[in-house]
């Protein structure tokens, strides 16, 4: 039997055979109904919009009308702008020729932003943070391989307010090639946003057809563009700046109690926005995000980290993809208050279903408390959890040498075993995910004489590492002195003479 040669295999391999893994909460009729509620809400209700401008602006528009703040608008105007919404969007790093690919069930994860407290881990306690602290997470951001966008995780105390999400993509520019996600707290600081884009970009123009971040925008619940929202909204779509829509409704407080409901109410505040920023520009890239919770009804909390949330979190992928959009949730963000197991379970759960539930952005590693908290060591953790979950929804390979038919007819009747074997040698590192040190894998005597560290410890120590080999990366002198000149003359206005120097932090 050794000398015989394995017969041919009946079926052949088809690629449209390979399965994606793939989880869905709602049934097309499921989807439709919703977004049919939400058109309903919008033409009955409306938008309640804070900018008379953008107000007016939307206003004389055929298909809408004002009542008071409020814009009512039509199905067939809101139908239209969906048209006029690209369905694909593309953002590329500094220093990357390869966009990610923001489409189809592609997904990309982003780390937890604007915190205003930081996880001390020698204190155990919060405190807020500086721009040491921010430097140090962009650093230890750029190191984790499956973590793929910044985020500029903090509010930093150490510069004046008015300046601190400009201040937020200055640091992450200069720090990391990474593709940048962040928001803007005011139009002033929107626009000097922009202008640093454009300088890292090469011009506007090259800005415009190879975006280096998508903008962060807030609805909010229920059913409101703020002054501030309306005017960031209509600037990014003008400049093409990639927006994503993020409203946070919270399930028994700004919005119904029922996730079906708050799903509506949430589906309709995206659109009406989406609305807002095809009017000013049609074909602006658009992003159907959210971060929808529950309030817990014992403690008053907003639950990020709930099983609803991450319910609806996938449901709004579901949404997205049915209206063609591109789609992102706030989901794997912890509700724990320290790195301990019920972080790990709540990041785990909802950073994979995300994963499985095609999700393009999924925003929430590193973060604790609500999102008010990010930790430089849970965001290592939480990154080894997405590289898992990108393992886990890769189609598993069904090609005849996968299905390595010589190899067992060779091997399975002989004492060498697999380990030897050259098809081993040429498949275990494509074949197997490998986890950083930080998962233990070792044995009880590896494990013992580390001291018997476990992940937060080991978490601890690969901080320190990454900060004390940190390199800082070859920048063009000019284009950092251009982004210095607009950072430090934006700070003069709010009385600021000088920013930090990283180099005394």
Known sequence: MGSEKPKPCLVKWDKECNVRPFVKFLSETDIDIIIDRALTVLEKVGMHVGSSRILKMMGSQEGASVSEERVM??????????????????????????????????????????????????????????????IEHIKVLDRCDYIDFQSGSFVVNDVPKPITSSYRYYLSLLYSPKPMFGGAFG?????????????????????????????????????????????????????????????????????PVTLAGTLVQHTAEVLGALVASQIARPGAPVIFGGGPSIMDMKKGTACQASTEAVIMGACIGQIAKRLHLPCATNTGRADSKCVDYQAGEESGIALTLMALAGVNMIRGAGTLEFA??????????????????????????????????????????????????????????TEFFFPSPLIDRGSRREFEEKAGQDAYSRALARVENILDEYTPRAFDKDKKLEIDMVMTDHAKKYGMENLPNPKSL
């Open 73 to 134: 608008l039509k199905r067939n105007l809101i139908e239209q702008c969906l048209k006029e919404a690209p369905s694909e969007i593309k953002i590329y790093g500094q220093d990357s020729m390869h966009p990610l690919f923001l489409a189809d069930d592609n997904v990309y994860y982003v780390a937890g932003s604007v915190a205003p407290y930081i996880y001390d881990e020698k204190s155990k306690n919060l405190r807020e943070p500086s721009s040491k602290d921010l």
């Open 187 to 255: 139009t002033d600081d929107l626009k000097v946003i922009k202008d640093m884009l454009s300088i890292i970009a090469g011009g506007d123009k090259e800005l415009e057809e190879k975006p280096i971040a998508v903008v962060a925008n807030n609805p909010s619940s229920p059913l409101g563009l703020t002054e501030i929202v309306a005017e960031n909204l209509v600037f990014c779509a003008e400049k093409r700046l990639p927006i994503m829509l993020i409203p946070i409704p919270l399930a028994g407080g700004s919005s």
């Open 372 to 429: 008010n908290v990010m930790s430089k060591e849970k965001l290592l953790i939480d990154n080894e959890i997405c590289g898992m979950a990108k393992r886990l929804i890769s189609p598993m390979d069904i090609t005849e040498p996968a299905l390595a038919l010589d190899v067992i007819f060779e091997r399975a009747t002989s004492s060498d075993g697999y380990l030897s074997s050259s098809h081993t040698m040429e498949w275990f590192r």
